[in-house]
């Protein structure tokens, strides 16, 4: 069954540093999605993305946050200037019609120090 | 602000009992939840999902049901295995298709 893989799994950043966190959505889905979700919280909703630009973002997603889809299989978030409270799991999620299912990835876990 | 949340953080149950996890939510102009099971790891998993013209939907060992009166949404594991184990997230589809995650259950079934 096709799904969503991130990479890496486990990213150590120090504050300040940039990162990109990598998602592989299931290859015929057109939506996309990044989440993110502190240790014992909710998960909580970052940015929808469709037709090579955001349709969507809350009010967590500022200006430090970039998504892209550098080509036709990667979709990517950028965090310009990680801060101590960016430590998260980060799930990319994607589905294939606007009202459809979303299928999430196993998480990438970004520890800021 | 309106918000999709938990009734009780915590479930145990005995393996082969039926399980019920409840959610309330707030915003009446919602029409569609989803129900997720996250393990311990992983991300979330879609277990089952309903539209607010339902009140009821069945799936494999799993009934979730909507009452739009008192905006309480509920899922029902029957014969809960140990494999059930995991928590449990009540999410309302948003405006934008953003999915908005209740705060979870953890449900633990003991052998």
């Known amino acids: 069954e096709p799904e969503v893989t991130q990479t890496p799994s486990h990213q150590v950043t120090q504050m300040g540093q940039e990162v990109i966190l990598r998602c592989v959505p299931i290859?015929?889905?057109?939506?996309f999605y990044w989440y993110r979700q502190i240790l014992g919280q909710k998960v909580e909703f970052l940015v929808s993305f469709y037709n090579n630009e955001i349709s969507e973002k809350s009010e967590i997603f500022d200006d430090q946050f970039s998504v892209e889809r550098p080509d036709g299989s990667n979709f990517t978030l950028k965090i310009r200037s990680t801060k101590l409270e960016d430590s998260a799991m980060y799930f990319c999620a994607s589905s294939e019609m606007g009202q459809g299912q979303q299928y999430f990835g196993p998480g990438t876990r970004l520890t800021v120090t | 602000g309106e918000s999709v949340g938990l009734h009780l953080p915590t479930l145990s149950v005995q393996e082969g009992d039926n399980s019920i996890i409840n959610c309330a939510y707030s915003?009446?102009?919602?029409?569609?939840f989803i129900w997720y099971k996250q393990e311990s790891g992983k991300g979330p998993q879609f277990i089952i999902d309903i539209r607010s013209n339902m009140d009821k939907r069945q799936g494999q060992r799993v009934t979730v049901l909507l009452n739009k009166t008192v905006k309480h949404l509920s899922l029902q594991i029957a014969a809960t295995q140990p494999g059930d184990s995991a928590v449990y997230f009540c999410a309302e589809k948003g405006a934008n298709n953003d999915m908005r995650f209740g705060a979870g259950t953890r449900l633990t079934v003991k052998p």
């Open positions: 290859s015929n889905h057109l939506y």
């Open positions: 915003n009446s102009a919602s029409d569609y």
